[in-house]
């Protein structure tokens, strides 16, 4: 563990202040830059990895006292971003009307985690590629721009098929994040401007030609909250991974479906364990507007979504199962008593 120094804030401003200026004295594109402490179940691994090397920590544990309420009326949920993954996924309203993001939740961690992570800390998460986790590799575009992605010709069974650059294969390792995306989430940022909003579908940055920028975030800014309009009681959220506890995922699909006298109105359809972010699978969900459900317009849909997917020599596999867990989820999303 590197020295650091430790400030606490008592209100959103004086985080954003002393985020902004410790930003400010480093290049925010290194290692050694400000970061906010909430949960810290992320940060102080990789701390400890000395994969991550902050000068600074900005605890911001106090500003739950308004950054931590779940708001569910009329036709929207807001969730604020220090509210714990354990309260958020065992709120009555939440698992009646949202149980995709119940469930997502729930799948993440381990109960222990679950007590301490917050939503805000799930969603900006790491990817755990262990060339990136481990610094005897140099070879990290992430933690070492330019030095190449060992991953490429490595063990890349962990890896993603979509989304991908000659640049990077890390896969978006989070749960939660999945269930915002298909949802039509927007995520609320406070920095030194105030509060601005945007859809959480432009949060996360694919590797492109920079993978060691994840996130638009800008130095200083927090995640103060997520909105999700509308309501999906007819919602899933299915995780294929090596065992039934605390794992993460080689392929996950949450799907949410308006159906209407056995019509599907609207489908949502975001994929996890295989992408390099949160990922829409926009192109698949629009072959079910408008259809009756079968299995042969599941497996349509399930082709549709892989369609620009690119295996390697350890985790090719993850197409077919990708497949079968979007087909899956969406027959058990049909089927939903609600």
């Given at each position: 563990?590197?020295?650091?120094?430790?400030?606490?804030?008592?209100?959103?401003?004086?985080?954003?202040?002393?985020?902004?200026?410790?930003?400010?004295?480093?290049?925010?594109?290194?290692?050694?830059?400000?970061?906010?402490?909430?949960?810290?179940?992320?940060?102080?691994?990789?701390?400890?990895?000395?994969?991550?090397?902050?000068?600074?920590?900005?605890?911001?544990?106090?500003?739950?006292?308004?950054?931590?309420?779940?708001?569910?009326?009329?036709?929207?949920?807001?969730?604020?971003?220090?509210?714990?993954?354990?309260?958020?996924?065992?709120?009555?309203?939440?698992?009646?009307?949202?149980?995709?993001?119940?469930?997502?939740?729930?799948?993440?961690?381990?109960?222990q985690l679950r007590n301490m992570a917050t939503l805000g800390g799930n969603v900006m998460q790491r990817t755990?590629?262990?060339?990136?986790?481990?610094?005897?590799?140099?070879?990290?575009?992430?933690?070492?721009?330019?030095?190449?992605?060992?991953?490429?010709?490595?063990?890349?069974?962990?890896?993603?098929?979509?989304?991908?650059?000659?640049?990077?294969?890390?896969?978006?390792?989070?749960?939660?994040?999945?269930?915002?995306?298909?949802?039509?989430?927007?995520?609320?940022?406070?920095?030194?401007?105030?509060?601005?909003?945007?859809?959480?579908?432009?949060?996360?940055?694919?590797?492109?030609?920079?993978?060691?920028?994840?996130?638009?975030?800008?130095?200083?800014?927090?995640?103060?909250?997520?909105?999700?309009?509308?309501?999906?009681?007819?919602?899933?959220?299915?995780?294929?991974?090596?065992?039934?506890?605390?794992?993460?995922?080689?392929?996950?699909?949450?799907?949410?479906?308006?159906?209407?006298?056995?019509?599907?109105?609207?489908?949502?359809?975001?994929?996890?364990?295989?992408?390099?972010?949160?990922?829409?699978?926009?192109?698949?969900?629009?072959?079910?507007?408008?259809?009756?459900?079968?299995?042969?317009?599941?497996?349509?849909?399930?082709?549709?979504?892989?369609?620009?997917?690119?295996?390697?020599?350890?985790?090719?596999?993850?197409?077919?199962?990708?497949?079968?867990?979007?087909?899956?989820?969406?027959?058990?999303?049909?089927?939903?008593?609600?």
């Amino acid at each position: 563990m590197r020295p650091f120094s430790y400030q606490r804030a008592s209100d959103p401003d004086m985080a954003v202040q002393a985020l902004s200026a410790a930003a400010a004295a480093n290049n925010p594109l290194t290692q050694a830059m400000a970061q906010p402490l909430a949960g810290g179940t992320t940060l102080i691994d990789l701390m400890k990895l000395d994969v991550m090397r902050p000068a600074a920590i900005i605890d911001i544990n106090p500003l739950a006292r308004g950054w931590s309420a779940i708001e569910l009326g009329g036709d929207k949920l807001r969730l604020g971003a220090l509210a714990k993954m354990s309260d958020v996924a065992a709120h009555d309203g939440i698992q009646r009307d949202y149980p995709i993001i119940a469930d997502s939740l729930k799948l993440a961690a381990s109960a222990q985690l679950r007590n301490m992570a917050t939503l805000g800390g799930n969603v900006m998460q790491r990817t755990r590629c262990s060339y990136f986790r481990d610094v005897s590799y140099e070879n990290c575009n992430k933690r070492n721009p330019g030095s190449g992605c060992a991953a490429m010709d490595g063990v890349n069974r962990m890896h993603a098929v979509l989304g991908t650059s000659d640049h990077c294969i890390a896969t978006y390792p989070g749960d939660f994040a999945q269930a915002l995306i298909a949802l039509d989430a927007t995520v609320e940022i406070t920095g030194r401007s105030g509060t601005r909003n945007m859809p959480f579908a432009e949060l996360h940055k694919a590797p492109g030609n920079t993978p060691e920028i994840e996130t638009t975030l800008q130095p200083g800014e927090l995640i103060s909250a997520f909105v999700i309009p509308g309501r999906w009681p007819r919602s899933v959220y299915l995780k294929a991974r090596d065992r039934q506890s605390y794992e993460f995922a080689l392929s996950s699909a949450a799907v949410a479906l308006d159906v209407q006298g056995g019509t599907i109105h609207d489908a949502r359809i975001a994929l996890g364990g295989v992408a390099t972010v949160p990922w829409r699978a926009r192109e698949a969900e629009a072959l079910l507007k408008g259809q009756k459900f079968d299995d042969g317009l599941a497996q349509r849909v399930a082709d549709a979504a892989f369609a620009d997917a690119r295996g390697r020599q350890h985790n090719n596999f993850k197409i077919a199962l990708g497949k079968r867990v979007v087909a899956r989820a969406l027959q058990q999303a049909v089927t939903m008593e609600i």
